[in-house]
């Protein structure tokens, strides 16, 4: 409840990918909205009050208890839709963003390792578009005031590699975006969400200022995170292409967090989500699958 009570006032919002609208309905793209949803959902963030800032700035005027109503957009793998389809978005609004990049494949031709699974299964046709943004478009979007944090060098589940493992990806990420963008790097983000306290430390001790994980991460066996450690595990709400107006809503006023805890923890908020469901057609229920989280 501390969430829907007290947090709402500082909004972090996780995307993955924004894609044309044609594009969302001739493939099955789990992880990405339409750039005209998005759109819809920055403009009622906008109506309803919230200035857009990044999440360093967030975590900032988080700790500092500032009045206002506050949002982070931030976008994890950094691939090119981003710059496609949501930087326009974004820059109509003056609204900045978070990109947590994978440094390894900046100005790499590679595609995402879950996107050519993805692409094994029929669901999805990669192109250029999918592949990571350049250190060029990078640099665009730094000017026009965004962050650009880090997402490791390779995206490995960091619970499950050696503590030294996962320093050196923390770090050297953290370096390599400085140097060659010639920016300070204050903001991280635990591939899929897996954290724990003893990454939350030692992502501190390399020098962030923040991180962010996800509403499931605190659920996760491996990526527990008790206590949470304050801006290093700033909680976000995803969104996904299921995301009408009014799920949307709910999430943005921490309402489905609630939902979902209870769903999960007493059964209680089943019965609350199938009755939302049946009021309102157009929501389709959350469908959280593991491979969902694991980007
Ligand atoms: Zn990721």
Known sequence: MKTFLSDHGY???????????????????????DRERFRRQISFLRKTGYRFVTLSDLAVLKKSKAPGKYAAITFDDGSRDIFNHA???LRDFHAPATVFVITNFVGQDSF?????????????????????MSWDELSQ??????????????HPFLTEIPLS?????????????ENTL??????????????????ALLTEACGYECAVISFTSLRRPNGDISPEHGEYTINRVSVYRGDGMLKYFTKTIGLWEVLQSSALWTGVGVKILAQLRSVSQWIPMNK???KTYEV
């Open 11 to 33: 909004l972090t919002l996780g995307y993955h990918k924004v894609v044309s609208a044609e594009r969302m309905l001739s493939e099955d793209l789990e992880l990405a909205i």
């Open 87 to 89: 930087f326009p978005v």
């Open 288 to 290: 959280i699958t593991r």
């Open 112 to 132: 995402f390792p879950w996107d050519l699974e993805f692409q094994r299964q029929g669901k999805i046709n990669l192109s250029r578009e999918d592949t990571s």
């Open 141 to 154: 979007l730094v000017r026009d005031g965004w962050e650009i944090g880090s997402h490791t060098q390779s």
């Open 165 to 177: 493992q996962a320093e050196k990806e923390i770090s050297e990420s953290k370096r390599i975006l």
């Open 182 to 199: 010639e920016i300070r790097v204050t903001s991280f983000c635990y591939p899929a969400g897996y954290a724990n306290l003893q990454l």
